[in-house]
Protein backbone atom coordinates (compact mmCIF):
# COMPACT_ATOMS: atom_id res chain seq x y z
CA UNK A 1 0.00 0.00 0.00
CA UNK A 2 1.05 3.85 -0.56
CA UNK A 3 0.59 6.71 1.58
CA UNK A 4 -1.80 9.13 -0.28
CA UNK A 5 -1.98 12.90 -0.35
CA UNK A 6 -5.88 13.86 0.70
CA UNK A 7 -7.19 17.29 1.00
CA UNK A 8 -8.00 17.54 4.73
CA UNK A 9 -3.82 16.65 5.65
CA UNK A 10 -2.74 19.12 7.83
CA UNK A 11 1.00 17.84 8.14
CA UNK A 12 3.43 15.84 6.25
CA UNK A 13 5.90 13.25 7.74
CA UNK A 14 9.12 13.19 5.72
CA UNK A 15 10.82 9.89 5.42
CA UNK A 16 14.62 10.04 6.27
CA UNK A 17 15.27 7.63 3.91
CA UNK A 18 14.89 7.95 -0.23
CA UNK A 19 13.04 4.95 -0.69
CA UNK A 20 10.26 5.77 1.30
CA UNK A 21 7.37 7.60 0.60
CA UNK A 22 6.41 10.92 2.91
CA UNK A 23 2.74 10.51 4.79
CA UNK A 24 0.20 13.58 4.65
CA UNK A 25 -2.10 13.03 7.37
CA UNK A 26 -4.48 15.11 9.38
CA UNK A 27 -3.72 16.01 13.07
CA UNK A 28 -6.45 16.83 15.68
CA UNK A 29 -8.79 15.51 18.19
CA UNK A 30 -11.74 12.94 17.74
CA UNK A 31 -14.82 12.26 19.85
CA UNK A 32 -14.47 10.70 22.78
CA UNK A 33 -15.97 7.58 24.46
CA UNK A 34 -18.29 10.13 26.84
CA UNK A 35 -20.09 13.25 26.58
CA UNK A 36 -17.71 16.12 25.72
CA UNK A 37 -14.43 14.32 25.75
CA UNK A 38 -12.20 14.35 22.76
CA UNK A 39 -8.94 11.55 21.66
CA UNK A 40 -5.33 12.96 20.31
CA UNK A 41 -5.98 11.37 16.21
CA UNK A 42 -3.81 10.86 13.16
CA UNK A 43 -5.55 10.27 10.07
CA UNK A 44 -4.17 8.72 7.24
CA UNK A 45 -4.88 7.57 3.79
CA UNK A 46 -3.61 4.46 2.08
CA UNK A 47 -4.27 3.02 -1.28
CA UNK A 48 -3.65 -0.90 -2.30
CA UNK A 49 -2.12 -1.86 -5.10
CA UNK A 50 -3.63 -3.93 -7.62
CA UNK A 51 -1.91 -7.41 -6.35
CA UNK A 52 -3.15 -5.80 -2.81
CA UNK A 53 -6.80 -5.40 -3.40
CA UNK A 54 -7.06 -8.79 -5.20
CA UNK A 55 -5.64 -10.17 -1.93
CA UNK A 56 -8.15 -8.72 -0.23
CA UNK A 57 -10.63 -9.51 -2.49
CA UNK A 58 -9.55 -13.41 -1.87
CA UNK A 59 -9.03 -13.33 1.58
CA UNK A 60 -10.98 -10.73 3.04
CA UNK A 61 -8.47 -9.44 4.91
CA UNK A 62 -6.03 -6.37 5.46
CA UNK A 63 -2.71 -7.02 7.75
CA UNK A 64 -1.56 -4.10 10.02
CA UNK A 65 1.88 -3.26 11.64
CA UNK A 66 2.43 -0.93 14.01
CA UNK A 67 5.99 -1.28 14.52
CA UNK A 68 6.06 -0.48 18.48
CA UNK A 69 5.66 -2.31 22.05
CA UNK A 70 2.24 -0.95 22.04
CA UNK A 71 -1.06 -1.17 20.88
CA UNK A 72 -2.67 1.96 20.34
CA UNK A 73 -6.02 2.56 20.01
CA UNK A 74 -7.13 2.64 16.16
CA UNK A 75 -9.97 2.55 13.36
CA UNK A 76 -9.47 0.97 9.70
CA UNK A 77 -12.05 1.75 7.29
CA UNK A 78 -12.31 2.31 4.08
CA UNK A 79 -15.25 5.46 3.96
CA UNK A 80 -13.23 8.90 4.37
CA UNK A 81 -13.76 10.44 7.68
CA UNK A 82 -13.97 13.20 6.64
CA UNK A 83 -17.29 12.59 4.43
CA UNK A 84 -19.32 10.50 6.79
CA UNK A 85 -20.50 10.66 10.10
CA UNK A 86 -18.61 7.72 11.78
CA UNK A 87 -17.67 7.21 14.94
CA UNK A 88 -14.37 5.34 14.60
CA UNK A 89 -14.56 3.58 18.50
CA UNK A 90 -17.62 1.88 17.12
CA UNK A 91 -16.88 1.15 13.47
Not at 36 to 46: E, K, R, V
Amino acid sequence: MTPQEFEESNIRFNSLEEEIDSIDAWIGDSPGPVPDSFLPTIITCWKPSPEEIQQIIKTGKIWIWFFSDELPPHSITAFSPFELPIDPLRN
